[in-house]
């Protein structure tokens, strides 16, 4: 029966067989109440907990919890009041440990157990007074540290966003407080300092930096507002309440006791630098949960009010959030939301702009892949013609698209239609081939092309695109190797002739040195070093070419002769020329064999930067993603390995605490024996057994020996740590560099009279035009960059893109500077003064400052146009 009553809490509010297929929320209270008072005896303490977690991970049900204990507060106070008090230690926790997620939770639950006459209201408003009191202390220059204002807002944040679950019942039973209240959240925003969070939008426009857009404090407050002018009505918050208001009343309500804020850091260096990297420090500990993306026009989206679309957005993220790794369950959960009106379009929105949420997705991007394809076959009459007019929408907006957020979408697009035997209506897109080469559109096909191919074979992908038989020369060329010294060309020269040689003794199973010794003694002298790496590389490629497994297994074995022949980053450059030579049919392949290179130190990271930037490949930078996934790669990878590493360093400092308090008391039991004497025939000797002697010697000696092993394994990482910071520091300051160099070449000069470029202006000699009426555009909200120009579904006019090549190339490189600087913001404040004395200086472009700057949210005192 105990599993019965867990059953009944998780499914309430769900038209389930828990009840019998019954929507009514009443009847489901009654149901559940019924068996918990049955079993309440029984399972007290796994009922006081189970709630609790279900509040904490329902969150969207805790009008139907905060009932329940309403009706148990009846007949057994001291259970209410242990959870009010419990909730209340939570609460304190979670505030001085920064758990976000925790607090806005928490503050939430409160709100519905004021709703069910558990908690004292005046007590919910104490909590909000000392939340707005604290936000603005952090905002006073004296007291606090306007650096934090993160902290501040994420505080005012969490009581708007609870009102909507209390705040009918606030203003009832304690309207003046309750108007105190919201009297001081308007002079908070008053005094705050608006938010522009234009480098985390989806779309760059012209707008971005409009002084009416509103923030997301500021959009809230604006919904909040309005709720309050509607009498605070709500649609989409179950007011399960209602229904037991009268036997609810008779209860007695607990006081919930005051909370206590974490005093604000107050800075100590008022330099620049200094407030960058705090403000930076406090975005990361209290990050903006969303960011609002209209995917679709209003005419479609669901009818509801402001605060009704807040409300649900904030469930959906709840759910996604609780139920990480459960996707059947997710999409369970997201399906069956307890409101009273449809949100397929709505959801999509959200679980979108989780996708492409600046500067990281809360998770892994494959989790939203799996629960939009979850979704698709709960809801196959709906949700899959929603995804389908997403697509089409972005799509229609790829131009002004993120760079970073670009990569997203064709990754996640790729995989998705993997997933449906990659069908889709490709003749809507058949007109991007006669677009330019560089028209992001017509990059956006071939990209996705390129990674069907990768996720299945090249036939079955051309196959797919039969019906748009124009986009066949978007496809990637068929996969292959290209060696050089193939035999079957009837060719026997030096290379040729060594080649065989060398697969022959790899074959033999000869030994690394012997090769090495070999290719000293019979390639170099006669032949030089350029053409030994040329014949090694080329045949150590093509014995790895069968698979990723063969590759691997190539390099482990004889990786070591490459690490020979490239002492030097000039070496490491020919040899990624190799390797994009042999593979020239197959970017993924070049990729995952540097990549692999780099991870066996056989090429350096800086080598691969100046590879990227070579000439050859900084032509292809707006017309491919190649050389950007490589460096992508090698970036992460260079930060991983110092992530890695200061994970191993803690684990190794704990170990070592441990080993010295393990050796400490083995040496002082020891001594502890060895001092207890005894007299025989006239001479002191130890009265303990020699055997016990010998084993507390050996154990002591073992700890001792152990800690000895920890303290050299910690400096060894530690020296690993200090060598892989420094080789940071020289990434960072030529990836910066090499930005600097190839964009100042390239960008269009500032006017005479100051004015900077617009890249986005167009070329007006360019028309080429698209023929693709059906196909969406997309309205970004005012809260996200508001695109003036964008026209619902259906009415959208379509213009070609009128960008030359040189303004796309310059806003292509200028968004993945700026994605750069985003993605690795905490790495590149440590270095920023280095930075600025060696990279920013001089008359660097204001396009480039405004590129690197606005991803670490640093000011720039120039206007630019991206």
């Known amino acids: 029966m105990s599993a019965g009553w867990r059953s009944l809490l998780l499914r309430i509010g769900d038209r389930c067989p828990e009840y019998g297929g019954s929507a009514d929320h009443k009847e489901h209270i009654e149901t559940c109440y019924g068996v918990l008072s049955r079993e309440y005896e029984h399972s007290k303490d796994a009922m006081f907990e189970f709630l609790l977690q279900c509040a904490d991970q329902l969150p969207h049900k805790i009008p139907f919890f905060g009932v329940l204990i309403g009706l148990i507060n009846l007949e057994n106070e001291d259970f209410a009041k242990g959870i009010v008090d419990t909730t209340h230690s939570n609460l304190q926790d979670a505030l001085h440990n920064e758990n976000h997620d925790r607090i806005r939770i928490l503050l939430r639950f409160l709100c519905g157990l004021t709703c069910s006459k558990v908690v004292l209201p005046n007590s919910i408003i104490e909590t909000f007074e000392t939340l707005l009191s604290s936000a603005a202390t952090i905002l006073d220059e004296e007291t606090g540290n306007p650096s934090w204002q993160p902290r501040a807002d994420f505080y005012v944040y969490c009581i708007l966003a609870s009102l909507p679950w209390g705040g009918s019942e606030l203003i009832e039973q304690v309207p003046d407080e309750f108007e105190r209240v919201l009297v001081g959240i308007q002079s908070y925003i008053s005094i705050r300092r608006h938010f522009d969070d234009i480098a985390f939008s989806v779309f760059e426009t012209d707008e971005g930096n409009s002084p009416n857009k509103k923030d997301f404090i500021e959009d809230l407050w604006e919904r909040i507002q309005f709720l309050s002018r509607n009498g605070w009505k709500v649609k989409s918050v179950p007011k399960p309440h209602l229904s037991f208001e009268a036997q609810l009343v008779a209860g007695i309500s607990h006081r919930f006791s005051p909370i206590s804020c974490p005093p604000p850091t107050i800075s100590q260096l008022p330099s620049e630098i200094a407030k960058g990297q705090e403000k930076h420090e406090a975005d990361l500990k209290y990050p903006q949960r969303f960011r609002r993306l209209h995917i679709f026009p209003t005419n479609k989206v669901e009818n509801m009010q402001p605060i009704d679309r807040f409300v649900v957005e904030e469930c959906i993220l709840d759910v996604l959030l609780f139920f990480n790794g459960c996707r059947k369950e997710c999409a369970f959960y997201l399906v069956s939301l307890p409101v009273p009106f449809r949100y397929e379009y709505l ?75 990659f069908i889709w209506p490709w003749q809507e897109w058949a007109y991007v081939k006669g677009l330019p080469k560089w028209d992001p559109q017509r990059v956006f096909v071939q990209e996705v092309l390129e990674r069907e191919v990768r996720l299945s074979y090249f036939d079955k992908i051309k196959q797919s695109i039969e019906d748009a038989t124009e986009l066949e020369g978007l496809l990637p060329p068929k996969a292959g190797p290209n060696f050089r010294y193939t035999s079957d060309e009837g060719k026997e020269s030096d290379g040729h002739r060594l080649s065989k040689e060398l697969v022959g003794m790899v074959r033999g199973k000869k030994a690394t040195r012997d090769i090495i010794s070999w290719v000293e003694e019979q390639i170099i002298p ?147 024996v060895k001092s207890v004497i005894e007299i025989v025939d006239g001479q002191p000797v130890p009265s303990e057994r020699p055997g016990r002697l010998r084993r507390l010697q050996a154990y002591a000696d073992k700890a ?122 905490t790495e590149i404040w440590s270095h920023i003064a280095m930075l600025d004395q060696e990279v920013f200086v001089g008359n660097i472009h204001p396009l480039i400052q405004k590129a690197a700057f606005s991803g670490l949210c640093r000011p720039t005192s120039e206007g630019s146009h991206l």
């Open 347 to 421: 959801m999509a929105e959200t679980i979108f702009s989780q996708l492409l949420l600046l500067p990281n997705p809360p998770f892994r991007p494959i989790y939203y892949t799996l629960v939009i394809i979850d979704l698709c076959k709960a809801l196959p009459g709906a949700f899959p013609s929603v995804v389908v007019g997403a697509v089409h929408a972005l799509f229609d907006r790829i131009s002004n698209m993120d760079m970073e957020c670009r990569t997203r979408l064709i990754l996640w697009f790729s995989h998705h239609l993997s997933n449906f035997q």
């Open 526 to 672: 006669a032949n030089g070093a350029r053409f030994a790496l040329d014949v090694v590389s080329q045949t150590l490629l093509d014995i790895g070419s069968k698979s990723f497994t063969h590759l691997i297994t190539a390099l482990e074995r004889y990786g070591q002769i490459l690490s020979k022949l490239c002492p030097n980053e000039e070496m490491q450059l020919l040899l990624m020329d190799e390797i994009s030579a042999y593979w020239k049919n197959s970017t993924q392949m070049i990729a995952i064999a540097i990549d692999r290179m780099m991870g066996y130190r056989q090429i350096s990271n800086l080598a691969i930067v100046k590879w990227v930037f070579s000439p050859a490949n900084v032509d292809q930078f707006h017309v491919s993603d190649r050389s950007w996934e490589i460096l992508r790669n090698a970036v992460s990878k260079t930060y991983n390995r110092i992530c890695d590493l200061r994970k191993e360093i803690q684990t190794l400092k704990k170990g070592l605490q441990v080993a010295k308090e393990a050796s400490e008391k083995a040496t002082r039991e020891l001594e502890e």
């Open 704 to 825: 001792k020996e152990e800690e000895v092993t920890t303290e050299e394994s910690l400096e060894a990482k530690e020296a690993l740590l200090a060598r892989g910071l420094e080789e940071s520091k020289e990434l960072l300051r030529l990836l910066f560099k090499s930005f600097v160099d190839v964009l100042t070449e390239r960008l269009p000069p500032i006017s005479a009279d100051g004015e900077v470029p617009n890249l986005r202006a167009g070329d007006p000699n360019a028309n080429f035009a698209a023929c693709d009426p059906e196909a969406a555009t997309m309205e970004v909200d005012n809260e996200n960059g508001a695109d003036n120009d964008s026209q619902p579904n259906g009415e959208n006019k379509k213009v070609g893109h009128n960008v030359g090549e040189l303004e796309q190339w310059c806003l292509c490189t200028l968004g993945y500077l700026k994605s750069f600087s985003r993605q690795y913001a």
